[in-house]
């Protein structure tokens, strides 16, 4: 099992930033690929970023592209989520998930492992 714990969550208004961190632990498989999925209020949760276990491959939603950068440090056990320019409709609640798959998956039922989540909130 692997548990993993998002943290970085808050208000900002148009146009700031944040940067959201996933720490995880157990048995973390030494091909796991991490991603960031969101859920707006009353709509399904989406696809925002992933990236593979060594960095080389990331991939990103339309919707953040250019905007949002996703990091990992394998020594640290973490992975971020850089927000920038970010915009109301950027409220969510954001979670991390770890996924055994390579390349790695865009759809959340790649993932085995998610955390709880943590709240952005994007104000006008």
């Known amino acids: 099992q692997v548990q993993l714990v998002e943290s970085g969550g808050g208000l900002v208004q148009a146009g700031g930033s944040l940067r959201l961190s996933c720490a995880a632990s157990?048995?973390?498989?030494?091909?796991?690929?991490m991603g960031w999925f969101r859920q707006p209020p009353g709509k399904e949760r989406e696809f925002v970023a992933t990236i593979s276990w060594g960095g080389g491959v990331k991939n990103y939603a339309d919707s953040v592209k250019g905007r949002f950068t996703i990091s990992r440090d394998n020594a640290k056990n973490t992975v971020d989520l850089q927000m920038n320019d970010l915009k109301p409709e950027d409220t969510a609640v954001y979670y991390c998930?770890?996924?055994?798959?390579?390349?790695?998956?865009?759809?959340?039922?790649?993932?085995?492992?998610w955390g709880r989540g943590t709240q952005v909130t994007v104000s006008s």
């Open positions: 998930a770890a996924s055994p798959g390579y390349p790695p998956p865009r759809t959340g039922s790649g993932y085995a492992s």
């Open positions: 157990g048995r973390i498989c030494s091909s796991s690929a």
